[in-house]
């Protein structure tokens, strides 16, 4: 079991859908992350949040909408995703704290674009 | 931009045997983290070697950071079956709370 919670597990949608994947922790962590990861690839981050509010954004097309609405919660807003969107998508958090801490991660939602 | 690169890319090996991955990357780091994602789960942290320390030991693991090559390992002494996964370094030379991962190593224990 992970300590990091994503729903759902699996997700088919349409390109002209609008869809949402949500990540829970309830570990204190005041860092969470949304990374993509595509087949026997590493992952990739998308986004940070630090304290609730948006660190990092990896030059991540405007269609993936992040948001925390608070400290245990992250959201990833989807809409017109594209069918290269496809691909296992992960969320993390960690203790904000000098240099990178050891990021504890969901077992992801599969995602696929039809 | 990919920070690490691992080597090899996969792995088999007989169950009892040891199993030795290797990460290099390009900036310089605060430290390296290392981690093993199962086939269809995320990604489960196993070790963080910091700059200023040469080697760590967790249970069966092993990892050696040596910064003058920008080079660490990761060595997993008498394997088992469950040790299957892919392993994945990790660096924060390009700030802090941005994991940068290596392409990874595919491990395969044959039981």
Not at chain 1, 73 to 98: I, K, T
Not at chain 2, 8 to 14: F, G, M, R, V, W
Not at chain 2, 82 to 106: E, M, N, P, W
Request: charged share 20%; hydrophobic share 30%.
């Amino acid at each position: 079991d992970t300590e990091v919670t994503q729903t759902p597990k699996h997700l088919v949608m349409g390109m002209t859908n609008k869809k949402s994947l949500k990540c829970e922790q309830h570990m204190g962590h005041r860092a969470m992350y949304w990374y993509k990861q595509k087949a026997k690839k590493p992952p990739e981050l998308m986004f940070v949040y630090s304290y609730e509010k948006l660190s990092i954004n990896e030059s991540v097309p405007s269609r993936f909408s992040p948001e925390c609405p608070n400290s245990s919660l992250l959201n990833l807003h989807l809409h017109a995703l594209q069918p290269e969107d496809s691909a296992l998508y992960l969320c993390a958090s960690s203790q904000v704290g000098a240099g990178n801490q050891p990021q504890h991660f969901g077992d992801g939602t599969r995602l696929s674009i039809l | 931009s990919q920070q690490g690169e691992e080597d090899p890319q996969a792995l088999s090996i007989q169950e009892g045997e040891n199993a030795t991955m290797n990460c290099s990357y390009k900036t310089s780091i605060n430290n390296l983290q290392w981690y093993r994602q199962n086939s269809g789960r995320g990604l489960v942290h196993l070790i963080l070697i910091r700059s200023n320390e040469r080697e760590k030991h967790s249970g069966r693991l092993r990892v050696t950071l040596d910064t003058s090559k920008k080079s660490s390992s990761l060595l997993i002494t008498a394997s088992r079956a469950a040790d299957t996964a892919s392993y994945f370094c990790a660096t924060d030379g390009q700030g802090a709370q941005k994991l940068v991962f290596g392409q990874g190593t595919r491990l395969t224990i044959n039981p």
